[in-house]
């Protein structure tokens, strides 16, 4: 079946701007998470959902950052006001509540902020 | 501390040799590890998962797990060239979170 897919694939904004980012779990998965991952780092937690509510936000860098989860299906996250340090890979990920979490990531979308 | 520790490398072995890494941990209560493969500028591939203590192998794949120590691991054997990637230790806690390592770099040297 289809993995998980997230659009853009690359986005280059200018300082201040807002940005949008979608996820499209795959299908069934109840629990998406989303990740920051910059040169060099593993993936950093940002926010995870189960089902539509957002089940852990603790790893929101600040308030620019917000994301929703509308239906429980596909997911966006919208970043405000950016920042040069927002630059980064920005990774989706899905996992079926009962898999013990194993987690399946997209392609993820490059954020480049000038 | 961070969560989980990983030395980043590169690690590099030859073709057909066994490539060792290593992953500590820091939260005694954690329950799930994984094991992520990731070439460049790809995203992250689950290669293995383990859960309870000992050794779980999958192909040329074994994952070593002592929470005692709080300590995985993941052995490649017969490595190959296109087992050159970063490899990222993934670690649940609390709150279903993943902490990922920094990545060790593997090389296999032909």
């Known amino acids: 079946g289809a993995g998980v897919s997230q659009t853009p694939s690359n986005k280059v904004t200018e300082k201040g701007k807002y940005v949008e980012l979608r996820c499209d779990p795959i299908s069934g998965h109840t629990a998406l998470y989303w990740y920051r991952q910059s040169l060099g780092q593993g993936p950093e937690f940002l926010i995870y959902f189960q089902g539509t509510g957002a089940a852990d936000d603790s790893g929101l860098p600040n308030d620019r950052f917000f994301a929703v989860r509308p239906e429980g299906s596909v997911s966006t996250l919208k970043i405000q006001r950016t920042e040069r340090g927002d630059s980064a890979v920005y990774l989706c990920a899905s996992s079926l509540w009962r898999s013990y979490n194993e987690q399946f990531f997209g392609p993820g979308t490059r954020l480049t902020v000038l | 501390q961070k969560e989980v520790e990983q030395n980043s490398g590169p690690l590099s072995v030859p073709e057909g040799a066994i490539a060792s890494l290593n992953c500590t941990y820091s939260?005694?209560?954690?329950?799930?590890f994984f094991w992520y493969r990731q070439y460049s500028g790809k995203s992250p591939e689950l290669i293995m998962s383990?859960?309870?203590?000992g050794d779980k192998e999958d192909g040329r794949f074994t994952a070593q797990l002592n929470k005692a120590s709080q300590y995985v691991s993941l052995l490649i054997r017969d490595s190959q060239p296109s087992d050159s990637a970063t490899y990222l230790c993934a670690v649940t806690g609390a709150g279903n979170q993943f902490y990922f390592g920094t990545g060790t770099s593997l090389t296999v040297i032909p």
């Open positions: 383990i859960y309870s203590n």
């Open positions: 939260d005694r209560g954690s329950q799930s």
